[in-house]
Structure formats: structure tokens, C-alpha cells
């Protein structure tokens, strides 16, 4: 049986949702050595250290943070075979007072994968599940989807999807192949639509479509936004008005770690213009409630 979560909200200060494991036990990186590069060269994060989930475990216990921690499956367009979602899953139950292990499960897999999600939710302790749909090749309204969106809704677990600009592929030539237009978060409304009771989290200020993502989140009450991916000093207005006002219950803290730290977000986020109630609700009990750590 899964470990179960042994994460208490009432001792942490904050709940980061977006946390990337970018290296096995074994060493095996996430992405090829071209695509990390231009990632790193894309937040200015050259020689940033890969740390390992252990690593990561000591890191949010220090800072009494929770943190969601996924790898991308990406195998059909990149080639790249992905960590093992079991492996992450494992690593996090061996911190459960601070990791939540999400899974990521490549939609070209069809039938295997839907078979591979039930099974990671049910044998492992997932608790959720990524996807990157520039780095996956698809779109997120593409059929082909669907029955792995409907076994997620039926585990009662949420989904995340990176949206808007990327800083994989970045100034590598053509891309390296990863087409931005399958991240614009108006694609994701069709699945909030037919899969209501499916949990969505749209990850990242939307550049250039935040103004669809805000659309989105306020139409659908089953999307949530998170603003990992950028420090807070560059969000765009509206985003900070959104979050300071219709969605103050819907918006999460992530950071994107190990590209931009927590500590680095906090600092930006205790500048910006958000009412003093707001606040707790970004930084730890609008996820706590998402993520089922705290009853609604």
C-alpha cells in the first residue's frame, strides 16, 4: 500500500505546487543536455546544481515548506526517456511530512498509460499529475487525451499543465522542435468543460495569453492558476489584481525550483501589492485545500 501523506498545514509557512525532480538516483537527467542548457540560460541559472529528491526533502523541511514535486514524460516528442514516476513517487513517500509526489504520464502512451496512471495513484500515493503540452507535442483539447483525463478525474486527483512561453528549447535552433502554440491556456477550457469535476491547475503567468488563463480560472470553477516559472516583480498587473480579488481562492505559490528558488520568490512576492488576507490564501491554504491536506 502507498505511504500516505504526513504533511500537517499548521506547521508549515507555505506549500510550493511546482517543483521539478531533475535527476534520478542513477544520474539520468530529466532532459537532454541541450534542452537543460537552454533552460538554464533562459532564467540565468547557469551551473544551477540538480538536486536530488533527497536533496529537495532537506531543502523545503529547512524553510517548513511543503512542495509538490513532478518529472515530465516527454518520450514520444523528444526521444528522451523520462525518471521513472515510480522512483519519484518512492523518493517523495520516504518524505512524506514534506513531499507530495505527482506523476507525469506522456498521452502518447493511450491504454498503457491510463492503465499506468491508475496504478501509480493506487500502488504508489500519486497525488496528482503533470503535463507540458509544447514538450509532449500535443494539443491539450486533442481526443487522443481524453480517456487518460477521464481516469484522473475518476482517481480524484488534479492535473497541472504548464501554459505560455517556455524556456526549454530557447534559442535552440527551430525550438528544438517545441511548438509554444499547444500551451495557450484557451486549449485547456474545452477539458475544464467536458471533465467538470476534473481538479486543473493552469501552471505559470500565461505570457502571451494571461488574459485567457484568467478568463479560464474564472469561468470554470474547477481551475485553479499557480505562479511558478517567474519572480513575482515581473507579474502582470491584471494577474495581481485577479489574485487579490476573483480569484483569491484559486490562485497557488509555486516557484519552479531548482530554476528560481523559493527563498528568491518569497522575497519578490513580500513586495508586491497583495491585501494582507490574501496572502495565506496563495501561500499554503488554497493548495492545502486542492491537494485534500485540509478538509473544504
Not at 511530512?97 to 498521452?107: H, Q
Not at 525550438?175 to 467538470?196: E, H, Q, T
Not at 520568490?265 to 486542492?290: C, T
Request: aromatic share 10%; proline share 9%.
Amino acid at each position: 500500500m502507498p505511504a500516505s501523506i504526513a504533511i500537517d498545514p499548521e506547521q508549515l509557512t507555505a506549500i510550493d505546487v511546482h517543483t521539478h525532480a531533475e535527476v534520478s538516483r542513477t544520474g539520468h537527467p530529466s532532459l537532454s543536455p541541450e534542452l537543460m542548457a537552454a533552460s538554464e540560460k533562459y532564467f540565468a541559472a547557469h551551473g544551477h546544481r540538480q538536486p536530488t529528491i533527497d536533496e529537495m526533502a532537506e531543502y523545503y523541511r529547512q524553510r517548513r515548506m511543503a512542495a509538490v514535486v513532478f518529472t515530465v514524460d516527454a518520450e514520444h516528442a523528444l526521444g528522451h526517456p523520462p525518471i521513472p514516476n515510480e522512483e519519484v513517487a518512492e523518493s517523495c513517500a520516504d518524505h512524506a511530512d514534506v513531499l507530495i509526489p505527482f506523476a507525469s504520464i506522456d498521452p502518447w502512451r493511450g491504454s498503457a498509460g491510463v492503465r499506468q496512471a491508475r496504478r501509480l495513484v493506487q500502488e504508489y500515493g500519486v497525488r496528482g499529475f503533470k503535463f507540458h503540452p509544447s514538450l509532449q507535442g500535443f494539443s491539450p483539447d486533442d481526443r487522443m487525451a481524453y480517456p487518460l483525463y477521464e481516469a484522473i478525474e475518476e482517481l480524484g486527483v488534479p492535473a497541472l499543465f504548464h501554459t505560455g512561453q517556455t524556456g526549454i528549447g530557447a534559442g535552440v535552433p527551430g525550438g528544438g522542435g517545441i511548438r509554444l502554440k499547444y500551451s495557450n491556456p484557451m486549449l485547456i477550457d474545452d477539458v475544464a468543460a467536458d471533465f467538470p469535476g476534473l481538479r486543473i491547475i493552469l501552471a505559470h503567468p500565461s505570457f502571451p495569453w494571461q488574459d485567457e488563463a484568467l478568463a479560464v480560472a474564472t469561468h470554470k470553477p474547477n481551475v485553479f492558476i499557480d505562479l511558478s516559472g517567474w519572480s513575482p516583480k515581473y507579474f502582470p498587473p491584471q494577474l495581481v489584481r485577479y489574485a487579490n480579488t476573483l480569484l483569491k481562492d484559486k490562485v497557488l505559490f509555486g516557484s519552479d525550483y531548482p530554476v528560481i528558488t523559493p527563498d528568491r520568490w518569497l522575497s519578490d512576492f513580500d513586495k508586491l501589492d497583495i491585501k494582507p488576507e490574501v496572502r495565506p490564501r496563495i501561500l499554503k491554504d488554497n493548495a492545502a485545500r486542492l491537494l485534500g491536506l485540509v478538509q473544504d
